[in-house]
């Protein structure tokens, strides 16, 4: 195994096996995410953080571990933005990236929903809630992305010798990130997650400042 | 170590050593995982599918880790059917799999039950519920089983500097599984282990068309 | 670091800091674990399977990883046993274990009782109950303890890529095994916490028949 | 990847990249582990032990992940002063990781409350409660961070094969830790975790002692 392939950058047959990856892979997590989040939120009445945080983390875990020699596995059009600023994937392959999580998504959960009884539609969907303000609830999406996307570089990009399981911090990663944000912003995090789910505009979160340390 | 032992393809003797761990692999990996599930929903009602889904995926990991050298760890004839599908294992081996899963899956599920109380015997039994309908289970059991040996392939199937530890996201895929699917079709997602609890004919997954990206 | 390290077979001075390791160990792991299910229990009313079994399992991970180049991290007299029957550890190392593991049992709890409120000391004491009998019982601590055993064996002894993180897989067979027995003997497992929490005779695992697979 | 890089002990700049990450370090494992052991509190009013233990837990491993290579991830002055007494970091180090470390447990703290809702800051200060007397606490906390600091010792400074992904059982222990205190004293452990969450003196750990045996 040569290490350049965790992050390839070369090739158009690459790209397209890359794309493909990333649109099977981001379709795989939400499934398995949105799905499983559905149905704890079905018994608890959405009062179960840990039920659904394990739901995003874990799925993610898995999923990226799966995809992670094929494209690095973002799953995420957040942390492929800080892959292109850090120019550890060029432009047009960011677009590439963009759309194939944008169309995974909405295959994913349009899956979950198709496979389970319709009742719990709205479940996922983001939105500010329980006291937290709009301006709170920008910083607080915006944080935990730039820590999302801050693991995630320290561990692939930056080499080392517990790159080949970089999965299992991402996942975990997620996990907290969503047990604290779930009860205020329902937690995005994930701009592919956050469209799909159904509200539309959601801002992207601009992580780049972090990556002048990385 | 030589990595073409993790999933031997040679040698009669071989085989039946394989059979006998997945026979007995099988039976450990249901012994925890329904006497598990028995004590959670005993205490819950059925409705801790947090609990539940530990019970399986942990039991899963730890087993599976076990013997994973020895045969691979399969304990599910669907991953099997994958890995006859996609070459790694010949037709005899998966008729010798299948049967030492089958009779393996029926001691554990017997076995749990011998030794606990016998309030719970219809604890695990799978069916359709909560609204879920025959064809959205059908479809549910699809694709969460297609992810599920996906996850081992790409993991197991295809080496890299991870498959050594493969055990652990085969576990937590299962985990991530059951969290989707135990409210509507209690989480099948291995025939062994649905014929085990006692319902006999369950679909058989058909996952090989995911496989032509594998 | 050579391999022959982690279960060392020389040397007096060696095996008087295997002892030391084990009683520490063995102390450190039984006062987490007890502590925690202790403040598990007395927020749940004893209900809560799942907090005390993270709390035996994730504390048996933890520390056996720690100690786990010196001693091996047995911390139980059931592996002991098993690793004596398998040729792993000779009769004298054995009995030096095993008095380790009984004294710093005792010396674990004793300090978590210590440095915990008093009104919870009966909580993790072993006895049969809700519905189960005295022979399922029995045969219920067997087979776990021969799983955990098991586990212990293939992924220690049989030497791997993985046993460099043994613990992993150690602990959390420990945690399934006592999300399965919690419910119906408390899940004592490992003779050493059992003893420690005050009853006084408890069967031995006879789980050497399983190594004649192994 | 030289394996003196994980606890670099030479040159001044080095020193001051150290010092700037174990203060953003700190500053984002609060931020995760208070505001997601905020928001589950506000749900469960203080009483889900798991899931506040798996708030601090989780998000040690995943930054202590993140940051390990540049300065060991400690993130607690703790850990640092035991680093100290070993051996492993100089005076000077020390004193520049113990500023860094309670200014990032400020920052961290007062961002996770400045992005949320502000009617839970009282949450996680910590106090002796639940029948806890202060002598008892004092020892628990005690013997609590003397168990995460040899942990760390074991498994960071003792170089071995799982040093790479030391961070796993690192958050892992302070899941357990977590688990037994948060009923007792709301679970210190970590001096800059305990300042930050505004309660004045707190006790150092005295750990050294147990390192006569490492």
Chains 1, 2, 3, 4 share one sequence.
Not at 119 to 129: A, D, E, F, R
Request: aromatic share 14%; charged share 10%.
């Amino acid at each position: 195994m040569e290490p350049a392939r965790t992050s390839p950058t070369s090739s158009a047959k690459g790209w397209a096996v890359q794309a493909i990856a990333e649109l099977i892979g981001t379709a795989m997590f939400l499934y398995l995410a949105v799905g499983a989040a559905d149905a704890v939120d079905a018994l608890s009445g959405g009062a179960d953080y840990i039920g659904t945080s394990l739901a995003f983390g874990i799925s993610l875990l898995v999923v990226s571990w799966a995809f992670f020699r094929i494209s690095g596995s973002h799953f995420n059009p957040a942390v492929s933005f800080s892959s292109l600023i850090t120019g550890h994937i060029s432009i047009p392959q960011f677009v590439l990236y963009f759309i194939a999580q944008i169309l995974g998504g909405m295959v994913g959960v349009a899956l979950a929903r198709g496979t389970s009884p319709s009742s719990q539609v709205v479940g996922q969907v983001n939105m500010i809630m329980n006291g937290e303000s709009i301006a709170r609830g920008f910083w607080l999406e915006f944080f935990l992305t730039t820590i999302l996307c801050f693991v995630y570089h320290m561990t692939v990009h930056e080499k080392n010798r517990s790159t080949f399981m970089a999965a299992l911090p991402y996942g975990l990663t997620l996990f907290a990130c969503h047990l604290f944000a779930t009860r205020y912003t329902n937690a995005a995090i994930n701009p592919a997650r956050a469209f799909a789910t159904s509200i539309s505009a959601r801002r992207f979160a601009r992580e780049h400042w972090i990556y002048w340390f990385g």
